[in-house]
């Protein structure tokens, strides 16, 4: 677009810090006229422009407050780098919002606004080049040079060596735990953290490890303390109430003619005598 072209250098850096990853702006996917869009909220541009990363940055305007950033991205928003959009409802969950363009174009945080700069292209267009190069190589293998064919011999042979390294080190861990269970369990684990989400290096440490079962949280010792008070409570409480009710009892016997206690009958001690049958 002409208005993108003629934007200063410093506010086009500031729209390739906000349109890159660096930023941590949450981007919405929508469809505006067809296509599907990037948009986002103008606060998470605000948050972006206050963040320690930006502030890193340099041929880039200062930004210490809100109202500043939000000068920053008003300006911006004059070369239509980015435009405001309203949302409409989607059919289902899980297809993307309708957008159109807001004819009355300002900045605020509470709006929403579509993006209509992809960002810096040389990391496609070096992308493209690289993959088209690999497939021509690929093409050409029967035309290298035999020491080139050769050394990607090994090479793949090295790959494919590692790759069954891998495998059998994942066997015969399994079967050595096997083996320990029954012998000696809970059972012994080596390189107990080969499958884990670690670096290479730490992966194959420790060499060894007891396949002892994982210790649960603390909540379990809170929820224990926390039952510990309720039950001594619960305690006092019945001891409380026995020596309550014994006492009412006491009282009762020591008078049978009261007739309008609002206690149950079973509580008090009664003794009858029953006539014995002759027959």
Do not use: C
Not at 21 to 39: E, H, P, Q, S
Not at 224 to 231: G, L, N, Q, R
Not at 240 to 264: I, K, L, Q
């Amino acid at each position: 677009m002409e208005q993108q072209a003629s934007a200063p250098p410093e506010l086009r850096n500031v729209v390739n810090f906000l349109r890159s990853g660096k930023a941590g702006m949450k981007t919405r996917v929508g469809v505006l006229n067809g296509k599907r869009i990037d948009y986002f909220k103008g606060r998470s541009a605000v948050k972006a422009l206050l963040s320690p990363a930006f502030s890193k940055l340099k041929k880039v305007p200062k930004v210490t407050t809100e109202e500043e950033a939000q000068q920053i991205l008003s300006t911006i928003n004059t070369f239509a780098f980015y435009l405001r959009v309203e949302r409409g409802q989607s059919t289902s969950s899980s297809s993307p919002r309708p957008l159109q363009v807001n004819p009355m174009q300002m900045f605020q945080p509470t709006e929403y606004y579509a993006w209509f700069y992809e960002g810096s292209q040389w990391t496609t267009y070096v992308g493209g080049i690289a993959m088209v190069a690999v497939m021509l190589a690929g093409v050409m293998f029967p035309l290298w040079p035999p020491i080139m064919r050769l050394g990607v011999w090994y090479l793949s042979i090295g790959v494919l060596g590692l790759i069954g390294l891998f495998f059998a080190i994942a066997i015969v861990r399994l079967i050595f735990y096997i083996i320990t269970i029954i012998v000696a369990s809970p059972g012994i684990w080596i390189f107990p953290k080969l499958f884990a989400d670690v670096g290479f290096v730490e992966s194959f440490i420790p060499l060894w490890e007891w396949d002892l079962p994982k210790k649960k949280g603390g909540k379990k010792k809170r929820s224990e303390k926390s039952e510990k008070p309720t039950k001594s409570k619960s305690k006092s409480s019945a001891v409380a109430s026995g020596v309550n009710g014994s006492s009412h009892t006491s009282v009762h016997e020591a008078s049978p003619a009261d007739s309008g206690s609002s206690r149950p009958e079973s509580r008090a001690a009664r003794v009858e005598d029953v006539p014995e049958d002759d027959s």
